[in-house]
Structures are given as structure tokens and as C-alpha cells.
């Protein structure tokens, strides 16, 4: 099998919404699909993936460097033996020449390519990416995963009154378990946003707060001990994510669960993270991003080095991620996944078909990473399958 052709698009987020530390209405993602020569009902086999979320696209690097990379591989370079595409070989062939550390941007890119590859071979053994994933790497397999509901952004109008809304829905909807933001207004306030939603909450329901990495010092102590008598199920990035030994003091204040690591995007940092920052393998929780951190190829060298550490899968919740992160979870075993509140957004659109009762999701039995399935299939692949 030969790739004849890698396609890529950028796609407007265009989201009105915020945070602590950005605004998305300017937002960017990006779609790719690995062709190749191969047939799939009288249409070429075809690998797609598609961004997580707050990273921007990655077009350029894509168009100047990886891209033409693959295309002017030898199929050999990246056969599996069996007549396929390796996607473990699609990924050595894209990071050729390419010096270890200084991860930037390109970890984007490379986790686009790895999610487009591991589609392509699942979907060539007629399999959900969850099963292959459990197949290939010697896994149990399920379909039925945990997940969480994220949103919670601050709005100009109503603020509390949208929130509200947003978590009932989400409550209908089957979830139990909820993640809205803080840091963006003043610690009262931001409590009274908590308190809110708390108010709300069922035996058996869950909240987590988001501070997304904005927290200087005193303001994570204070923050740390205004939430320390909340039933609160996780802090996250209360602090810088490149901040080891302000993540170590947090530990040492905070008793309850801290998340962090979506912001960190290779196995080099996922180490360093878990060599100094004090984190604590009982409880605190590890979120580095799938697709962002040069895909399931690198992933699987970040679950050896927590193994390393004395973490267990369990403690995994990927963020963001989609329906990638999805069969992720179910293939490796992982924690759960996020998901996220707005299914009206392009995001929430790619999980909305997706099954849910209880706080679990049960994914399809589709070949491949299920993208086809999503409501949002055509608004983002139309320009870039043949």
C-alpha cells in the first residue's frame, strides 16, 4: 500500500467563548486525510484526523515539511508487512531530521499525521480504533468509558444563569460528572459560579474547576485555600504549566486532586513533570493531550514513563482530544475522557452522537476513530476528501 496524497484544511473555530487566558473566537484547527492506493468500497482507503483544541492549526508546518516528507517516502519505509501502513512507521518517517526537544508547534502537526494513520490502519482491519489499539498493544477490550462534561466559560450576560443552564442540560443529557472555569473574575465571584453549580449537583455527581495555567503565586494559595472546603473533584493548571516547583508547593497546600499536563506536549515534559513537580500519584490527575503531543505514538511512550513513576493509567484523563481521545481511553485503559458541555460548538458536535448514560459514553463499532459518525463530519472534511 502506497500514500498517494495527504490533505490538509484549516478550520474557523469561531467560538464565543473565554477563559482565564484566551479568547477562542479567533480559533483555529486543522483537518488531514492520508490517501492512499488502496480501495475501500470503490473509494481509495482514507486516514482522517482532526485537531484537539487551543493550539491553532497547523497548515504551514504541515504543507512546508511533513507532508512532502511522506510523499516522497519509500512505501517500504512505512509497510507493516502484512500489505498495510504502519502508523508507527508513518510516524518516524514524518519526524525524519527532525533534533530531539524544542518541541513546539510541530508536536501539532505530528499528532495530526499519527491520528490520520491510526485511523487509516484500523479501518483497514475492518476495527473501531479502540479495538485495534487494544489488539495491536495487547490490551482488554472495551467500549465503555468514563468522560467527563467541560465548559463552564465565562459569558458577558447571565453569566451564572447560562452556567446553570449549561450544567442542566448536561445532567439530561446522562452526565455525572463537570468541569467549569475559573480565574477570570474575582474569587468571590468565581466561588459564587462553584456554589451554583454545586447547588445543582446529585449523590454521585462531580465538579472540577479549570484555572488554565493563569495563577500567579499568592494568587494560587489563595485560591487553594478558598476551594480547600469545596467538594471539589480536581484543581486544574492552577499554575504556569512549565512551573515544576510552584505545581510542588501547590501539593504540599492543596490536599485534594490537582490536574495538570494538557499544556505540556511531548514525553520529555510529561518526565520532567513527573520527576520535580511534586505531583502525587494517589490522587492528582494527568491530562497531556493526545493529538497535541505528537499522537499515540508518543502517548505510549508518556504511559511507560508514569509506569516508571509509579502512576496507573487510571489516573489519565487526556484532554480535550474528541473522538481520538475517546478510543484512547477505551484502548489503553485510561481514566476517562473529556467531552465537551456545548454540543451546539464544533467541538461538542464531534462527540453529540456518542451515546451517554451515567457518565459513560459507549462508542461505535465503526472502523476507524468513528469521525464519520460525528454530526460535524461534513462541515470539517468537505474540502479535504477526494
Known amino acids: 500500500m502506497r500514500i498517494v496524497a495527504v490533505n490538509e484544511r484549516t478550520i474557523p473555530l469561531s467560538a464565543a467563548s473565554r477563559n482565564a487566558s484566551i479568547s477562542f473566537d ?27 483544541v487551543g493550539r491553532y492549526g497547523h497548515g504551514a508546518l504541515l504543507r512546508e515539511r511533513f507532508i512532502p516528507r511522506l510523499l516522497a517516502a519509500d512505501p517500504g519505509d512505512y509497510a507493516d508487512g ?29 499528532g495530526l ?3 490520520a494513520a491510526f485511523d487509516l490502519a484500523a479501518k483497514r482491519k475492518g476495527l473501531p480504533l479502540w479495538a485495534y489499539l487494544a489488539e495491536r498493544y495487547q490490551r482488554p477490550a472495551v467500549n465503555v468509558i468514563d468522560i467527563y462534561a467541560s465548559g463552564g466559560h465565562y459569558r458577558t450576560d447571565d453569566d451564572i444563569g447560562h452556567l446553570r443552564a449549561d450544567i442542566h442540560k448536561a445532567i439530561t443529557r446522562g452526565h455525572r460528572r463537570f468541569k467549569i472555569k475559573i480565574g477570570g473574575i474575582a474569587l ?12 445543582m449537583l446529585e449523590d454521585g455527581m462531580t465538579l472540577a474547576v479549570d484555572g488554565n495555567g493563569t495563577f500567579s503565586r499568592d494568587t494560587a494559595f489563595a485560591y487553594a485555600e478558598a476551594l480547600s472546603g469545596l467538594p471539589l473533584a480536581w484543581i486544574e493548571e492552577p499554575v504556569h504549566p512549565l512551573d515544576y516547583d510552584l505545581h510542588r508547593d501547590m501539593a504540599e497546600r492543596f ?16 518526565r520532567n513533570l513527573l520527576r520535580y513537580g511534586g505531583l502525587r500519584a494517589d490522587r492528582d490527575i494527568l491530562q497531556f493531550d493526545i493529538s497535541l503531543s505528537y499522537g499515540i505514538v508518543e502517548y505510549r511512550r508518556i504511559l511507560d514513563i508514569m509506569s516508571d513513576h509509579g502512576w496507573s ?12 481521545a475517546f478510543n484512547v481511553v477505551a484502548g489503553f485503559g485510561l481514566g476517562c475522557a473529556e467531552t465537551a458541555i456545548d454540543e451546539n460548538g464544533l467541538f461538542g458536535k464531534l462527540t453529540s452522537a456518542v451515546p451517554v448514560g451515567d457518565g459513560r459514553a459507549t462508542l461505535s463499532d465503526r472502523a476507524g476513530a468513528g469521525l464519520e459518525t460525528s454530526p460535524a463530519f461534513s462541515e470539517i472534511f468537505s474540502g479535504v476528501l477526494q
Not at 479567533?26 to 484537539?52: N, Q
Not at 468571590?188 to 447547588?199: K, P, Q, Y
Not at 490536599?255 to 510529561?270: M, R, V, Y
Open 82 to 110: 502484512d500489505g498495510g501502513i504502519d502508523p508507527e512507521k508513518v510516524w518516524a518517517v514524518a519526524m525524519r531530521n527532525e533534533k530531539p526537544g524544542g518541541h513546539g508547534e510541530r508536536s501539532g502537526a505530528i
Open 26 to 52: 479567533a480559533m483555529t484547527a486543522s483537518a488531514i486525510a492520508i490517501v492512499t492506493d488502496a480501495s475501500d468500497g470503490g473509494k481509495p482507503l482514507t486516514g482522517i484526523g482532526f485537531d484537539s
Open 113 to 115: 499525521i499519527d491520528a
Open 313 to 324: 493509567r487510571a489516573q489519565c484523563a487526556p484532554h480535550a482530544g474528541h473522538l481520538l
Open 255 to 270: 490536599p485534594s486532586p490537582i490536574a495538570t499536563g494538557e499544556n505540556l506536549f511531548s514525553a520529555d515534559d510529561a
Open 188 to 199: 468571590g465571584e468565581d466561588i459564587r459560579r462553584i456554589e451554583a453549580v454545586l447547588s
